[in-house]
Structure formats: structure tokens, C-alpha cells
């Protein structure tokens, strides 16, 4: 079965870190690109970030560019997102989504997983 | 960056009604654009990819049409399962920026 599974979320502080993971299964991981989409409590998707099969190539939203990384560890079958400094806005569900192509910036996202809630206060 | 905007922002429908909700991109992105469903509590779920082609295992009253700014989700013939929120998203830039979403309630 194809499958994704993110973890990692908590509450956190303002200002604090926070990694997310998310492990892939039932699919080539390495074949895909690989996105974090989030959505705030009661609102519409947004998109994070991007990376490509071999993480060669990254994106990010502008409102988390500079503060979130993105990586994968292709051996591990598993997505990361590290988000450092984090803001109140930054609240939300984070989803991890599959590819349908092996470029960052191409494809639909055809496998999403359930999700894992950030959520900054204090 | 490109900026994506649906209509209506939602809209109630009977079973068996036919749904259309339009998509509109604030420049051409040619066909690279797709639409998702989402339910209350569960993820999004990919049901065109590139304007017009149905994904793997969604039903066939699903169609999806449109090309440069503007496009069309609709679907045929609504079933009870059919109401969700309704998004698309272009996939022509690397930022793959969502509509603001369309929600289909019953009547």
C-alpha cells in the first residue's frame, strides 16, 4: 500500500524549532519529487516546499524562505521539514505529498499523508 | 508569482445536479493545472492532473477542461460522496500556488 506518514508535531514557542518527518512507503521513493503542504485551522492549502528526486533542486514559499529546510534521505525512504524561528502564523496542518514526477517544479501531488499539527504559542 | 482565484467561493447542489466551479489564473499556465477534493478532516485527494486528465480510481463524472487562465472542474452528476471543497492548483511555476477553494454543500 502506498503510504505516507509525517510526525514531529507539537506545540512550540515562538522563535523555537521544529522538525517534521514524514516515511514513504509502498512506492520508489527516489523516483519522486517530494512537497510539504500546509493549511491553518479552517483555512485554504498552501503550498511550503519542494524537492527534487535526488534533492538537487529545493523551493520554498516566500513565507517561510530562509526559515524552512527541506531534505530527504533517500536510503531512509523518509521527507524532513526543519522549521527554525517559528511564528504564530506558522500554525497549521502539515501535510507531506507526493510527486507525480521527479522535478520540484512539475508534476500533481498524487499521495498525501494525514498530516501532522504545528502549532506556535506561547 | 501567479495567483489563483475560484468561483464560486461555494455553492449548494442537489444529488444529481450538475456542478461546475471555475478556476482562473492571473497569467497562462497553459494546462498546468490541477484539482483536488477535500473532505472534513481528511487530506486532499488529486483528481485532474494537466486541466483535463482524470487520476487512477476517480469516478468518470469528474472532468476537468481549460487551458491559458481559465478552467472548468465539473462534475456530472453529484453523488452524496461529492461534498467537499474543491481546489486547484497550477503546477507551472515552482511556488504551485491553490485557488482559495470552492465548498459544495447540500441543498
Known amino acids: 500500500e502506498v503510504q505516507l506518514v509525517e510526525s514531529g508535531g507539537g506545540l512550540v514557542q515562538p522563535g523555537r524549532s521544529l522538525r517534521l518527518s514524514c516515511a514513504a512507503s509502498?512506492?520508489?521513493?527516489?523516483?519522486?519529487?517530494m512537497h510539504w503542504v500546509r493549511q491553518a485551522p479552517g483555512k485554504g492549502l498552501e503550498w511550503v516546499s519542494g524537492i527534487s528526486w535526488n534533492s538537487g533542486s529545493t523551493g520554498y514559499a516566500d513565507s517561510v524562505k530562509g526559515r524552512f529546510t527541506i531534505s530527504r534521505d533517500n536510503a531512509k525512504n523518509s521527507l524532513y521539514l526543519q522549521m527554525n524561528s517559528l511564528r504564530a502564523e506558522d500554525t497549521a496542518l502539515y501535510y507531506c505529498a507526493k510527486s507525480s514526477h521527479s522535478s520540484s517544479s512539475l508534476g500533481a501531488f498524487d499521495i498525501w499523508g494525514q498530516g501532522t499539527m504545528v502549532t506556535v504559542s506561547s | 508569482d501567479i495567483q489563483m482565484t475560484q468561483s464560486p467561493s461555494s455553492l449548494s447542489a442537489s444529488v444529481g445536479d450538475r456542478v461546475t466551479i471555475t478556476c482562473r489564473a492571473s497569467?497562462?499556465?497553459?494546462?498546468?493545472l490541477n484539482w483536488y477534493q477535500q473532505k472534513p478532516g481528511k487530506a486532499p485527494k488529486l483528481l485532474i492532473y494537466a486541466a483535463s486528465s482524470l487520476q487512477s480510481g476517480v469516478p468518470s463524472r469528474f472532468s476537468g477542461s481549460g487551458s491559458g487562465t481559465d478552467f472548468t472542474l465539473t462534475i456530472s452528476s453529484l453523488q452524496p460522496e461529492d461534498f467537499a471543497t474543491y481546489y486547484c492548483q497550477q503546477s507551472y511555476s515552482t511556488f504551485f500556488t491553490f485557488g482559495p477553494g470552492t465548498k459544495v454543500d447540500i441543498k
Open positions: 497569467q497562462s499556465i497553459s494546462s498546468y
Open positions: 509502498g512506492f520508489t521513493f527516489d523516483d519522486y519529487a
